[in-house]
């Protein structure tokens, strides 16, 4: 019943498109009922003599065979053509309702669920949905109408004949009603297992240059074939029981055939029917069968898609717990870019939290630094406050409102963020830093290129901003796509800039220039910067010192320095003398 009702949704601005069809699919099957009966006509005229018939000449039963095959060749191709354009706007509405959907998903839905799979289900399961509207509904409604409108034709040539060779028709109909909950699990198997395989063959790829490093290739075939492999069999076995009522149809349908050619040759010999009324028995038996086989296969078409919806709406149903508040406004006024963190207790896991009671605040305009060993929870820190994930206790706030209470769009138009781990997209360079603000000016663009120290690697491209990078492109150095994403967050001009550990892939000096030059950027903006490297930081207005999601000690460089603790120690340790990264024995 869900299915019914998912589907007649997705139908939505459709249907009359889907009607259309099925009209064209009854115009079809009427006139295939039809050319035996004319034929009858000629049959009678030929053994009973010209009185036995509605007196048609040939010239006309001709002419009525001709306008009923093109109505036939006609209404086959209007129902092909509306179903299939009806399939696959939906597919395309489908598509892109689960991308933005997806899109929408809170950055914690992305660790839990594979790409891989989120593709498998908004393209493969997408496709069977497009496959059962297009084969599927047409033919299911043929399926039904053709035999009964011939089982009532017979009738009323014959009752008594009628009764007894379409005897087996119950059996037909109860072998394909049978086999239809069977299916639907193996089916269900046979798309999961697809999700696993694809998303394995994702994840290899993405991890190539990984697999080839380490001279894991045998291995990571190894792991596509287990998945093809059970893929391959889920779908073997699906394939074997969906087949089985197809074959005792066949069986089934040859025992109809075998009763008409016994009852009635019997009583065609006794003169009781005649050989015209025996005819259209003996055609009509040959498609009476014909669409309970179609429903069989139908059946599967069907339960695919009906698997498959499932999975596309399952996912549709995910909702986001990181939305707007319903009174979420723009706050009135000239805002101000404060940040605060109040009692702030978060874990990626609510049982483990990350941070505990995280108290600091950042004064408009201000510079913070985040230090802290790796794991202490800076990057998390920097996470919460475009609400990427909203804390277990305590508040976020920007220009002393919580966060929850701002529009998700307006906060996060007022960050710019530039992420541990830089993401490009397929693309020229300049579309990459346009991503930051697509309306911006080229010399927007050259401005932000050259704060982020950037100007000079870009131009001695092979194509300066138009080269192509990202995947498919040229690779860029880990110091270079840095300062890519730096251009991008510049360009982007908002009040509120991130840095997490956004220069640590850059040499020593150049991480002097772009301080420099982001320094001047940076100036009334409020400012979040992480990093290890403690001589980048030491100018910061105030450095907090987070040891394993607490809040060490916070202050100015010389106070921190002079206390003697956390902070001072690592200012030691990070003495470019004092640790060697590989120690010789
Ligand atoms: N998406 C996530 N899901 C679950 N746990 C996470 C996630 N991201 C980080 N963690 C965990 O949270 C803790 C803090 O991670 P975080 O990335 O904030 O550290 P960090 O201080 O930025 O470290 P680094 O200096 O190495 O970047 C770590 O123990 C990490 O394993
Ligand atoms: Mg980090």
Redesign the pocket.
């Known amino acids: 019943m869900t299915f019914l009702r998912q589907f007649y949704q997705i139908l939505e601005g459709r249907r009359v498109l889907l009607s259309l069809s099925v009209v064209c699919g009854l115009l079809f099957a009427l006139a295939n009922l039809i050319p035996p009966l004319l034929i009858r006509e000629l049959i009678r005229w030929i053994t009973e003599g010209r009185e036995a018939t509605s007196g048609f000449g040939l010239v006309e039963l001709s002419a009525a065979l001709l306008g009923v095959y093109a109505v036939r060749g006609l209404s086959r191709y209007g129902y092909g053509r509306f179903s299939h354009v009806a399939a696959y706007s939906v597919m395309h509405d489908l598509m892109i309702r689960s991308y933005r959907h997806i899109q929408r998903l809170p950055?914690?839905f992305f660790?839990q669920e594979r790409t891989g799979s989120l593709i498998a289900r908004s393209v493969n399961d997408v496709e069977a949905v497009e496959d059962f509207i297009a084969h599927g509904v047409p033919e299911t409604i043929l399926a039904l109408v053709i035999p009964a409108a011939m089982m009532a034709v017979l009738f009323s040539i014959d009752p008594q004949l009628a009764l007894i060779t379409l005897a087996p028709i119950p059996l037909a109909g109860f072998l394909v009603y049978r086999y239809v909950k069977k299916v639907r699990g193996m089916w269900r198997a046979v798309r999961e297992r697809l999700a696993d395989l694809v998303a394995q063959i994702h994840d290899n790829l993405a991890g190539i240059a990984v697999i080839k490093s380490f001279v894991q290739e045998s291995r990571s075939a190894d792991r596509i074939e287990e998945h093809s492999r059970r893929f391959r069999d889920t779908s073997i076995e699906a394939n074997y029981i969906s087949i089985i009522p197809s074959g005792l149809i066949e069986a089934v349908g040859g025992c109809g055939i075998v009763l008409v050619i016994w009852s009635g040759g019997s009583s065609a010999l006794e003169g009781k029917i005649a050989v015209a009324d025996l005819f259209v028995f003996i055609v009509y038996m040959g498609h009476i069968y014909q669409p309970f086989l179609q429903l069989a296969s139908i059946n599967d078409v069907l339960q695919k898609a009906s698997v498959s919806t499932d999975r596309v709406f399952q996912l549709l149903a995910v909702e986001s717990d990181i939305i707007d508040a319903p009174d979420a406004a723009v706050p009135p006024g000239k805002p101000s870019w404060d940040i605060c963190f109040e009692g702030v207790t978060f874990?990626?896991?609510p049982d483990e939290p990350?941070?505990r009671e995280v108290d600091f605040r950042i004064e408009s305009g201000q510079v913070v630094a985040?230090v802290?060993?790796?794991?202490?929870?800076?990057?998390?820190?920097?996470?919460l406050l475009p609400r990427y994930y909203d804390p277990q206790q305590g508040t976020v706030s920007v220009g002393g409102g919580d966060v929850r209470g701002l529009p998700l769009d307006y906060l996060r138009g007022h960050i710019a963020p530039v992420q541990?781990d830089v993401f490009l997209f397929h693309g020229s360079v300049l579309d990459n830093i346009l991503f930051g603000r697509p309306e911006a000016t080229e010399e927007d663009v050259r401005d932000a290129a050259a704060a982020a120290n950037a100007e000079e690697f870009i131009l001695e491209l092979p194509e300066g901003y138009d080269t192509l990078v990202g995947e498919r492109g040229i690779r860029l150095s880990g110091g270079q796509k840095q300062r890519l994403s730096i251009a991008r967050a510049l360009l982007k001009d908002a009040p509120i800039l991130i840095f997490?550990?956004a220069t640590s892939a850059v040499d020593t000096e150049t991480e002097l220039l772009i301080q420099e030059a982001v320094g001047r950027l940076v100036r009334n903006r409020t400012t979040l910067v992480?990093a290890?490297r403690l001589s980048t930081v030491r100018n910061a207005d105030t450095i907090v010192v987070?040891e394993r999601?607490r809040v060490a000690e916070m202050g100015s460089h010389d106070e921190l320095v002079a206390r003697g603790g956390l902070y001072s120690r690592m200012i030691e340790a990070q003495d470019p003398a004092s640790v060697p990264l590989i120690k010789r024995a």
């Open positions: 950055h914690r660790t874990g990626y896991d990350v941070l985040l802290g060993h790796t794991g202490a929870g800076k990057s998390t820190v920097s996470a541990q997490d550990e992480i290890h987070l999601g």
